[in-house]
């Protein structure tokens, strides 16, 4: 029997309430070893959720594959579990297409060409796209995505892909591959998202060319990424945009704010308000088992777990990540009183 959304608030909420360490407190690498041990071996046996099945290549999948990674703004990286093992990125790549736009063109770039708003729809919505005439997106659902993807300048098909692959591996700091399983899988069942392409160039989002903007986002979500290079992915983004272990400034400072903001309010499909009520940490999850989640200034954190819930997150990941930014006090909202 599938709880409903209200009990399965209750249930995470349950799950979450632990003593830790104060939002104004420094870290030490006991918290956060103790946080990441503790929370591995609290969720291993865990048996919810299913693997994404609507890409064939996702079902086969291990889902036992389990893994943590805690990178910190001076480059300290903490793990648990299979941080070896490769998933596809999915919608996580979304993030970064979006972080490439607003380097290129501006923030406005972005709210202007088809929202920042959360949709109140599932995250490959059609109706979602002819309610406003493909305005009220945000680049987290697959319209806005596609959207993004088609907005990043280049002469050629190439160009634009190495260009937005290369940024991917500024973030992660080292060179990624895409899974060509995955992404066949992926391009021969993408119909969906060609007819979401259409729309959008129906209605003017997208300039030119919506088969090639689709089949570059299709690409994009077939990365192969481990815990680790999300973690460090996460953790450019809590540096300010910097790597913290390359050292690189990925992105201007100025423009990790935009990109927090619509991770924090669009980056778990319809979970995103319960997610944020819950941990107040910037996220995106991925339906390979992904989510990364940010907590500005204290860390980056990954987990890979690819069973999912019914809104298309992953249930370990989820649970995992709220325990550990409640022992680490990484909810940016909690704030202690000035005495």
């Known amino acids: 029997m599938r709880l409903s959304r209200i009990a399965k608030l209750a249930v995470l909420l349950l799950t979450c309430v632990t003593a830790g360490v104060r939002a104004d407190q420094a870290l030490t690498p006991a918290d956060i070893e103790t946080a990441l041990t503790t929370a591995f071996a609290k969720y291993k046996g865990l048996q919810e959720g299913a693997n994404a099945d609507y890409i064939p290549a996702l079902a086969?999948?291990?889902?036992?594959?389990?893994?943590i990674a805690l990178v910190t703004p001076d480059g300290k990286i903490y793990t648990a579990g299979d941080i070896k093992s490769e998933v596809s990125i999915q919608s996580i790549s979304k993030v970064f297409t979006?972080?490439?736009?607003?380097e290129e063109a501006g923030p406005e770039a972005i709210?202007?060409?088809m929202g920042?708003?959360?949709t109140g729809q599932v995250f490959n919505s059609i109706v979602a796209v002819?309610?406003?005439q493909g305005s009220e997106m945000n680049p987290l659902v697959n319209a806005g995505a596609i959207t993004a993807t088609s907005m990043v300048s280049g002469n050629s098909r190439d160009e634009i892909w190495n260009k937005i692959l290369h940024f991917y591996e500024d973030f992660a700091g080292r060179k990624l591959a895409v899974n060509q399983e995955v992404f066949e899988s992926e391009a021969a069942t993408n119909q969906r998202n060609q007819a979401i392409a259409s729309l959008m160039y129906a209605y003017g989002h997208i300039k030119d060319n919506p088969a090639q903007a689709t089949d570059i986002y299709t690409e994009q979500c077939s990365v192969s990424v481990n815990v680790q290079d999300l973690a460090t992915m996460a953790a450019t983004l809590a540096n300010g945009g910097r790597n913290p272990l390359t050292g690189k400034q990925v992105m201007s400072s100025q423009n990790v704010a935009e990109v927090l903001a619509v991770m924090a309010t669009a980056g778990l499909y319809d979970d995103s308000g319960q997610w944020l009520y819950l941990t107040g940490l910037p996220a995106k999850s991925g339906v390979g088992g992904g989510i990364i989640?940010?907590?500005p200034g204290r860390f980056g954190i990954a987990v890979i777990s690819p069973p999912l819930d019914a809104a298309g997150n992953s249930v370990r990941a989820q649970k995992a990540i709220a325990d550990i930014s409640n022992a680490l006090g990484g909810n940016p909202y909690e704030v202690t009183p000035v005495e």
């Open 60 to 67: 086969k999948v291990d889902p036992n594959l389990y893994g």
């Open 98 to 102: 979006m972080a490439l736009v607003i």
């Open 111 to 113: 709210s202007s060409n």
């Open 116 to 118: 920042v708003d959360a």
């Open 130 to 132: 002819e309610q406003y």
């Open 293 to 295: 989640a940010v907590s």
